[in-house]
């Protein structure tokens, strides 16, 4: 424990060993998606040498099958849904943190909104690199909660 003697000199160093083990995954994940965002032959793909770096939906539909990732149990169609999911959250924490905001520097009413999104599927839709990280951490749960249920004696 830090009150301990030397216990805050180990939580520090707890510390800085998961914040540079945090750095390295998040390095080797830059790396995955930017390789992925230059793969050619995908819908959505960039013109080659044109300098960006985005993955697409499409791009993230090759990785999926190029690794098998749906053997885990977590279909193609279930990472759309987390997706759609993602940013429908991320919209609605963002209106209503600006509705706070708005609402703490003026006297005015402010109504808060979001934006109206519906499902769909588009190759070409650009994923965030914070997308790209959550969407994994998700599916890897996801996985998770797939391989407990499937070993369990009890399941129907």
């Known amino acids: ?33 930017k390789r992925c965002s230059t793969m050619a032959g995908v819908p959505g793909a960039p013109r080659p040498g044109s300098g960006i770096f985005t993955l697409t939906m499409g791009q993230f539909k090759k990785l999926w099958a190029d690794c098998a990732l749906g053997s885990y149990g977590v279909s193609i169609t279930y ?6 999911a993602m940013r429908t959250q991320h919209e609605s924490e963002v209106a209503a943190a600006t509705f706070a905001r708005k609402r703490s520097t003026t006297t005015n009413v402010v109504t808060s909104s979001t934006p109206d999104r519906t499902e769909t599927y ?14 994994l951490s998700r599916v890897d749960c996801a996985r998770l909660c797939f391989i407990r249920l499937s070993k369990c004696p009890h399941r129907v």
């Open 1 to 33: 424990s830090p009150s301990a003697p030397g216990g805050a000199a180990a939580a520090q160093q707890q510390k800085e060993t998961l914040e540079k083990t945090v750095l390295r995954y998040t390095s080797e994940l830059k790396v995955i998606y």
């Open 122 to 135: 588009d190759s070409e839709t650009v994923l965030l690199f914070r997308e790209f990280v959550e969407l």
């Open 79 to 84: 990472v759309h849904r987390l997706v759609f």
